[in-house]
């Protein structure tokens, strides 16, 4: 069922994904420009439809609605860029609403095709869309409070790993002859509850850093300090300082976290390489394995880098968004191959189904 690529139906919800990878880089800017709070309530800004609002604006607004004032208090004002990047997130988040209805209904009308789980993982995205906006008016509602800054990223890259499932599913379904399918099942078997572990632990840190970059409006990012090795690796000068001062504790649990996680994936990846040798297709979930790793580690010198590179009060703001940016790559890469675990184990299914 091989068509060209931009006939095949599968290339929609692979379309949708770079589409919320967007949605989470623009999200992820509004904080690194300080814009979480530079509209005031949801789903309008500063009671208009549109970016444009001047100081003047502002302070009639806040003089009408005094209870919408946030934790700047009614004397701060907004520059026209920070509510342009607050405006076009959720311009975004209004657009890829349609495409993503549209999937749905391209799903159910080829149902025949592609399976009911296509259907499902469409619905699915559609809901997660709907829960996800409802997040998003949560995190304004309460002045990016870091429970709602985790909740809104973590729904962000549940969204995006849900189209993925979809894409693969439905490439599969077209006849894609991917090497990983042809994996051994005693090696799938083996080690599908690893790559879950690695999936998850990835997962959960990137929930951590959204926590600690969120809490106190992100001035827990100095806690330990700023410099190399004062600030990074150590913390306050030492590798196990007092938990005493404020956000120190924080810190030390997303590189607790940090750690934790390397660990899981060398080890995981060890253990699948040493599985794997002689084994077609094998080697292709080695690999996949081996990428989740590279890119954590990229991550930890990126993190780093934003330490060292900062001065006391002004940090390297850039750093901060790739540090999310390449988070979010390892998360998605982690997710990459507990996907390929599960439709090889599908796969193996559905072939010792068809022997019998």
């Known amino acids: 069922m091989e068509q060209s690529v931009w006939r095949r139906p599968s290339t929609l919800p692979l379309v949708l994904a770079v589409m919320a990878l967007l949605i989470v880089i623009v999200g992820g800017s509004i904080r690194i420009n300080d814009a979480g709070e530079s509209c005031p309530e949801w789903p309008t800004c500063f009671g208009t439809w549109h970016f444009d609002v001047s100081e003047e604006d502002q302070e009639a607004y806040w003089d009408a609605n ?17 509510i342009f990047v607050e405006w076009f997130h959720r311009l975004l988040v209004g657009l890829i609403a349609l495409p993503i209805i549209y999937n749905v209904l391209l799903a159910l009308k080829s149902q025949e095709t592609y399976g009911k789980r296509v259907v499902q993982s469409s619905v699915f995205s559609a809901v997660l869309l709907a829960i996800q906006a409802t997040a998003g008016y949560i995190t304004v509602r309460y002045d990016n409070a870091d429970w709602t800054v985790a909740l809104h990223l973590s729904l962000a890259c549940i969204f995006t790993a849900g189209l993925l499932w979809q894409f693969m599913e439905m ?36 929930v951590l850093g959204a926590w600690v970059s969120s809490s106190a409006g992100g001035q827990y990012n100095q806690s ?56 077609e297709g094998a080697k292709e979930l080695v690999r996949f394995g081996e990428i989740t790793t590279g890119i954590w580690l990229v991550n930890v010198m990126v993190g780093g880098s934003y330490i060292v590179f900062a001065k006391v009060g002004d940090f390297p703001e850039w750093l901060s968004l790739l540090h999310l940016v390449v988070g979010v790559g390892a998360f998605l890469s982690a997710v990459f191959l507990m996907f390929c675990m599960r439709f090889c184990s599908q796969s193996i299914r559905s072939i010792g189904a068809e022997q019998e």
């Open 66 to 82: 005094p209870e919408e004032i946030d934790s700047r208090g009614e004397d701060h004002r907004y520059t026209t860029f920070q």
């Open 224 to 279: 330990c300090s700023v410099g190399f090795p004062t600030g990074w690796p150590q913390c306050q000068g030492s590798f196990l300082p007092s938990l005493e001062g404020p956000g120190i504790f924080i810190q030390m649990i997303h590189r607790f976290g940090a750690l934790v996680v390397g660990l899981v994936l060398i080890l995981g990846v060890s253990n699948l390489r040493t599985s794997s040798e002689g084994r």
């Open 171 to 206: 490439r599969i379904r077209e006849g894609a002859q991917w090497a990983f399918l042809r994996s051994p099942v005693d090696f799938v078997n083996a080690h599908t509850s690893r790559a879950n572990a690695m999936a998850g632990a990835v997962g959960l840190l990137l």
